[in-house]
Structure formats: C-alpha cells, structure tokens
C-alpha cells in the first residue's frame, strides 16, 4: 500500500484524483493539501465523496508531505509545482497535472508560458506523461508532467496518422471543444453560467498554450510539422471532443486508416477505437478515463478527419494521472481505473 498525497485537493483535478484514489486498492490518502480552502471538511470541498473520508483540507508543510508519502501528486496552477518538487525528497514520486514538467527543455516552456523556468534540472527526469506514446520512459520517471486536457485528445487523434505515414505532418487543423470544467474552480467572467450557457466561442486562438506541447510531441512522431489548434468553450461540465483535419500523404481509404488506429491501440487499456458508423461523443466518456477514437476519409476531398473524445478531468487529466501512478509504480495500469463512463 502506498502514502499518496494530493497538493491541490480542493480543485477540480486534485478532486478527481482523490475521488479516484478513493476506489485504488494501493493507494491509502495521507495529505490533502489547500491554498485557500484550508481546514475545511473534505466531504465539504467535495459532496460527492461525502461518506467516504472524514479528514479536513491542510494547509501546505512540503517537509510533512515528503516525509509521509510514497507520491505526490500536484494539482495546482501553473508555475507552483516547480517551486514545490525541488522541496520533496528524492525517494517521493511526483505527478504534476500543470505544465511545469510537461517540455523537455525550459526554453519551450518559457516561450509558451512567459515565465523563467526555476527547476531546469529537473526536466530531466520527466517523462511527458502519455502512456500511448511514452510507456517505457514513464515506468522510469521519477517526475511525470500529466499531458494536458486538449493534447491528450488531440495526440491520440493524430499520432497512428502519423507514425503509419497515412498523413502529412503539415497544415494539419485542430477543432476541439471543452466543458467548462476545464478552466478550473475558481469563478471568472468568462467562465460565468450566464456567459457559458446557451453560448459557444472559440478563444485564445492562434497560439493557445497547450500548442506548445502538441508541437513538442508531433515533432518526435514525425520532424517538422505545421498545425493550427483552435479550442472553443462550450455549456457542458465535462469533455473535450477534439476534431482534426489531416491531408493524406498519398490516396488514403477509411479501411487503411482504420487499420493504422487499431494497430496503434489494440493493445491499449484506455484507448477505444470505435468501428461501425459510431463516432466518439464526450458523454460516453463521462466519469471514465477512456478515449474514444474513430477516423474517416473525405472522399470529396481525401481529407482525413480524426476523432477524440475524453473526460477532460479524468483522461484529460486525474485518471491519467493516476494511469501514471500505476505505470511508475509497476502496478497493473489498469488498477482502479477500469471503469465505464457514466450514461446517459
Ligand atoms: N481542469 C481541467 O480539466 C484540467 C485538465 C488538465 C490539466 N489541468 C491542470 O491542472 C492544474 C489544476 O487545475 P484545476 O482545474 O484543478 O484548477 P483549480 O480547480 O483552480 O484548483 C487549483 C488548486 O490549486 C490550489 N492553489 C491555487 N493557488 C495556489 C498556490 N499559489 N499555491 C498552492 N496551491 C494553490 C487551490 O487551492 P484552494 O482551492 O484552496 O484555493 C486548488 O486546490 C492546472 O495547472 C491545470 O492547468 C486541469
């Protein structure tokens, strides 16, 4: 059994990962650490696991934390972790779901997060926490950096294109809607119910931070790439369906293309490729850490059109993490985690 803590608990993504923990027959939950909402009930903070932990939220002591956990697990804004992890003991496993350790060098992260990265060194014992593409380095790690919400949907979309050299790397479009969970707890005008509902806007297009690491990542599949990402904000809690437009490398058939996702995620746990005339829709992810995926040919045009659906706080976020947990663990990467989605 190991001691997990949660810096970050009171979150959205640090209570999805403790609602997660909860159901792990490895994990016992030592520290759940806050900023603001310290000393308040956890069942208090989180409703819905009312029943299920009687402690109270903490305030942060990293000497405590370290000394009682086997991991750690961050949920906190961006720029906090980097700060934080340099004050955890060597033995700790640490797990940030920002993007503090998410690049593999500082100059990426401060030209996409305009911030001086304070803990260098460190990056070079991360891993860029997708399993479906970093396995073997995530077993390693002693840090991982948990891929964003958009990224994740949009790599798994892309990545069996390009490793089997069905799609150009180039002019490839990202179209992905999120719920508005994806933007966190804390309340903003436009993350306001009156401005979200009944309403769907793109934002912070061109150049929204997480292009920073779809970048990093399609340019290990496949050298030099060009893309354009447009995320939009949509009245819905949970999800992220990410659409994406590819240009086929030669004359591409549904059939060729089908292959080439069921050959990348055959094996995979949490990756469903959808056969049929089904395409993926964020409500069957709902709750779970699956991603569904499916892909067709324009015949008009020959594009290719490649579909992501995920929770974005489970396998966008905590599920992944704790995916991760289990991978750097050596438990089975499945543990407390194989669980459908809520429907409807
Ligand atoms: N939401 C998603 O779908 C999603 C998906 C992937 C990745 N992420 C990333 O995960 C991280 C957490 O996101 P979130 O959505 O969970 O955010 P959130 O709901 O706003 O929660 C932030 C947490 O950090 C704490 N906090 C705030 N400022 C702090 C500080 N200066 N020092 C220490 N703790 C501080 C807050 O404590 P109090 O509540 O006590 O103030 C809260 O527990 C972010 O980096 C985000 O980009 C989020």
Not at 57 to 63: G, V
Not at 107 to 113: D, G, L, S, T, V
Not at 305 to 311: H, L, M, N, V
Request: contains cysteine; negative net charge; hydrophobic residues 45%.
């Amino acid at each position: 059994m190991l001691n997990v803590s949660v810096i970050g608990a009171s979150g959205y993504g640090g209570g999805e990962v403790v609602r997660l923990l909860l159901g792990h027959p490895e994990a016992h939950l030592r520290h759940l650490v806050a900023e603001t909402r310290v000393g308040e009930p956890f069942a208090e903070v989180f409703p819905n696991v009312r029943g299920f932990i009687d402690g109270r939220t903490e305030p942060l002591d990293p000497a405590a934390v370290a000394a009682d956990s086997d991991v750690v697990f961050l949920a906190l804004p961006n720029g906090v972790a980097m700060s934080l992890v340099p004050q955890l003991d060597d033995r700790v496993r640490v797990v940030d779901l920002a993007a503090d350790f998410r690049f593999r060098g500082a100059p990426a992260y401060e030209r996409w997060y305009k911030t001086p990265h304070i803990a260098e060194a460190l990056l070079e014992e991360a891993a860029y926490g997708l399993p479906e593409l970093h396995r073997a380095e995530i077993r390693r790690a002693r840090i991982v950096g948990n891929p964003g919400c958009y990224p994740t949907a949009a790599l798994l979309a892309i990545a069996p294109l390009l490793r089997s050299g069905l799609a150009r790397p180039t002019a490839i479009v990202i179209d992905a809607k999120s719920g508005v969970s994806g933007a966190g707890r804390a309340a903003s005008s436009r993350t306001h119910f009156s401005e979200v509902n009944e309403n769907v806007f793109a934002y912070s297009t061109p150049g929204h931070r997480h292009s920073g690491e779809i970048e990093e990542e399609l340019r290990l599949l496949a050298g030099e790439v060009s893309f354009t990402f447009t995320p939009h904000l949509i009245p819905m809690t949970r999800g992220i369906l990410a659409t994406v437009y590819l240009q086929p490398a030669r004359a591409v058939t549904r059939e060729a293309a089908e292959a080439a996702f069921r050959e990348a995620y055959g094996g995979e746990p949490f990756v469903r490729v959808l056969d049929g005339e089904s395409l993926p829709q964020t409500k069957a992810t709902l709750g779970s850490n699956f991603c569904d995926v499916a892909v067709r040919v324009d015949p008009q045009s020959g594009t290719i059109i490649a579909f992501a659906a995920i929770d974005n706080l489970v396998k966008g976020a905590a599920g992944q993490a704790v995916q991760n947990m289990n991978l750097m663990c050596g438990f089975p990467e499945e543990l407390g985690l194989r669980v459908p989605g809520l429907f409807p």
